[in-house]
């Protein structure tokens, strides 16, 4: 018997600009309004405990939100996602920075939550291997989050292409340029040896993954210093990524994807995003500030308020019946997982759990199982810049090698590095 309603508790590690721009009126609406299936009936979602570094954003966001939240626990560190797990919750979500993810993805899962992890998943073959291992046995869900899937023209994009009308993709080049401020301000905690394109060219990394599929082949990267750390050091203003995929008829195509978090913050828009895609048959062009508005305000844009706004990813509207709201595909994204969640624990009786579970691991646009090539195109990108700022630019990496699944190929004569010994792709072949 099933009854009047189900609850979800939330448990979230990590408040900062990703929790601000989508957890948050995530749980906001949530709060008010609960989510609603004939799967599962009535539940209600509530933020029950954060952990951060300091304890000091979660206490600003108490006071801000008001009654918008009910109350949560707050833990900092040290140990705060250990005494998160403690306090009883059903999921979390972790939006910590991306070297950090492992470890709190993997405190939970041992706990028996599921986990949601902000994007890149984790950055190595190693440890998404032993997050999906985990996962399974402690039968949970493992997702990540790449917003962009949800974007309504990348939504058209993979429409189109799943039913044929583009056929076969030949190449592609996609840039995201963020502002300085991210750089120097924002992630200046965490930034120090760290690269844009793990930051942002993963959202087009799964996007070619997811869209196109294929077999990732080689990876390719190089990039620019001297602005945000030294021209000699190991912090990166800009990088540029190749990979090569391959296709079950045996062509190729190429892909480049452009990054930076140097752009000027008086830019028009917050951040630069630009995709092209040929076909065989066709030409996908996609720029995400001239999709849109153009707003001039005196004295305000293009600083306080930017001249082309993205309304589509988490805008903040006065809607039509007078309400405030703030939606878009970055909050659409989070509710859609706790669906699944809520579909898994709630969605029928206990005994087809194990069935409900396994349809929820199927859907690769976020399963973790489904992350496979795009964290070995981060890997990979990630050694290769390691190796050019100690010396040896231009290494490429080639994916299912004879001598492993990952292996860094300095130019010349150089030794082979293998960095991932078993198959990366167990789809082709
Ligand atoms: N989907 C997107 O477009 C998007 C955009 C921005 C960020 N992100 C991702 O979200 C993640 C966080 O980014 P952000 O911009 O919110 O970063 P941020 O630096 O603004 O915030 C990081 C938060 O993590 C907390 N934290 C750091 N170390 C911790 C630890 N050991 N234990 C507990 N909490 C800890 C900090 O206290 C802070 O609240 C990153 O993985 C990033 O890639 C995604």
Known sequence: MRSSFHSLRAGMVGLGMIFDETYRPFFEQA??????SNKFGICRVSLAAVASRTGSRAEAYRKAAGDKIAKFASFKEPDSIGQLLKSGVDFVCVATPDDRHFYAAKAAILAGKHVLIEKPSVLTLQELDELAALAIKHNVLAKVVYHKLLDPDHKKLHTLVADGELQHVN???CTLLEPKSIATGQFAEWIA????????AVHYIKLIDFTFGGRLVSVACTGQRGIVGSPAG???DSTQLRLIYEYADQRQAAFDIHTSWVTPDNFP????QEVQFRFDNGVWNCHSRKRGVECTVEGRTPLTRKINMNNHYNGTFLEPWGERSQRGYGVEVLERFVREVATVQFGGPESERPERLAAARRLSYNDLSADRQTVAAVQAMEAILARHAAGTANCL?????????????????AEAEVLYVGRVNERVE
């Open 234 to 236: 190991d912090t990166w």
């Open 171 to 173: 190449t592609g080049y």
């Open 31 to 36: 709060h008010a309004e609960g989510i609603f």
């Open 397 to 413: 990496v080639e994916i299912d090698h004879p001598k492993g699944g990952l292996v860094l190929l300095p130019p010349g004569k």
């Open 269 to 272: 828009g917050y951040v630069d």
């Open 193 to 200: 040896g760290r690269n844009p394109g793990t930051y942002v």
